[in-house]
Structure formats: C-alpha cells, structure tokens
C-alpha cells in the first residue's frame, strides 16, 4: 500500500518545549530508522530499529532525544526541552531488514520540518 | 569509519547537455553504495545502488554509476539533462544498516 508516512509535516514550537513526531513505515517492514537533516546538509543517522528493539542508538545527539517502537510497527521520536539548535527535517525510513546484506533499500518519507523558536 | 565527499555543492548545465555528480568514498570496508534523489517537497528516492556485482550500474530515469576501487569514486553521469532532473543528489554509504550521506549536489538545468 502506501509509502512511510511521517506526522505532523510541519511542527513550531517554543524553547523549552517537548515534542513527538511520529512514523508509520510500509507495512511488513521489519527495520525502521530516523535521520535529521540540517539545512544545507545530508540527513545524519540517528537510531535504528529492529522490530520493537532498538538496535543502534549512537547517533542520538543526547538524553534530550528518544525514540521508542513499542509494537514493532509505528515508532515516535521524542524531543524534551526543544533547543533551537535542533530545527531540521527530521527523517523516517523503513525497509525491508537491517543488513547483512546492506543493500535492502530503504524507502523515506516526507519528513517532519520542525521549527524551534 | 565511513565517509562520503561530494565534490560539488552545485552544479549547473544546459538540457541536453550531459551530467557529472561527483562522489568519493572513505571506507575500512567494502563499502554498499547508492545515489539519493531529493525533489523539493518530496521524499528522499533511491537511483541507484552499487553492492559489488557490477562496477557500472543502471538507475532510473538514464542514470548510471560506475564503482572505481582504485580511485574510491562513484561518479553519477547522465548522457543528456532533461529539466525534471534538477533535484538535490546525494551519495550515500551503508554499513551495518546504517546510511552516511554526503552533504548533496545541487542540481540545475537550464533550458
């Protein structure tokens, strides 16, 4: 059915404030991911999922930031005391495995742009 | 430690005329690597991927890659630019799941 679907679009917010964005990747993907693209910027790795389990948390940039996928379908990200460093795009891929091999192509969705004032 | 350069933050020319992404690699391993396409307002769309069969592969839309091991290039070419290629283009490296993007290309084309 449909592609990775990322919500809401578009997020401003305050300072200070915490923030959900939220993933729901094509059905029967088994591996889900989060990347942040800064402007003018590639997107950079942030965590990765394997079912329900994180299976590679290093690209968090600190404890500000969690990503939780309880059912091993949908997944959150979670941003505590928003700082406006952490404005970008924030990115939702899934695929098929993890790796091994690492060719299994992972499909994106539109992204989340989240402002912090 | 993955690394990808892109070697042009833009990149003009003319429709018809052909296209060169540039794109290098640093890698411990045998790297996967793979061409992103970024339209404006639109998600991220995969052209093309290297895994170690073929060094020359075929991607969409007339786009083609070739792997260098000798020179740790991936260079993106194109025989003719139309006007719906002018996107933003990333070189992108897997290892153990995770993705390195270089920092992209723009690309414009001009009539």
């Known amino acids: 059915g449909a592609g990775v679907s990322q919500t809401p679009s578009n997020k401003v917010t305050e300072k200070g404030k915490y923030v959900e964005l939220r993933c729901d990747p094509i059905?029967?993907?088994?591996?889900l991911y989060w990347y942040r693209q800064s402007l003018g910027q590639g997107p950079e790795f942030l965590i990765y999922?394997?079912?329900?389990?994180?299976?590679?948390d290093s690209g968090l940039p600190n404890d500000r930031f969690f990503a939780v996928r309880p059912e091993g379908s949908v997944s959150t990200l979670k941003i505590q005391r928003t700082e406006r460093g952490d404005s970008a795009v924030y990115l939702c891929?899934?695929?098929?495995?993890?790796?091994?091999?690492?060719?299994?192509?992972?499909?994106f969705g539109p992204g989340t742009r989240l402002t912090v004032l | 430690a993955q690394s990808v350069t892109q070697l042009d933050s833009h990149v003009s020319v003319s429709e018809g005329t052909p296209v060169l992404l540039r794109c290098n690699y640093s890698?411990?391993?045998?790297?996967?690597l793979f061409w992103y396409v970024q339209h404006p307002n639109k998600g991220l769309q995969l052209l093309l991927k290297?895994?170690?069969?073929?060094?020359l592969v075929k991607g969409i839309n007339g786009f083609e890659a070739e792997f260098k091991k000798s020179e740790t290039s991936f260079h993106l070419t194109k025989p003719s630019a139309h006007m719906s290629d002018a996107a933003e283009y990333f070189c992108v490296a897997a290892l153990l799941g995770r993705l390195y993007f270089g920092r992209g290309t723009q690309l414009t084309v001009w009539p």
């Open positions: 999922f394997q079912g329900t389990g994180a299976a590679d």
């Open positions: 290297y895994t170690s069969a073929a060094t």
């Open positions: 891929a899934s695929s098929l495995k993890s790796y091994l091999p690492s060719t299994h192509e992972q499909f």
């Open positions: 059905s029967g993907h088994t591996a």
């Open positions: 890698s411990s391993y045998s790297p996967s």
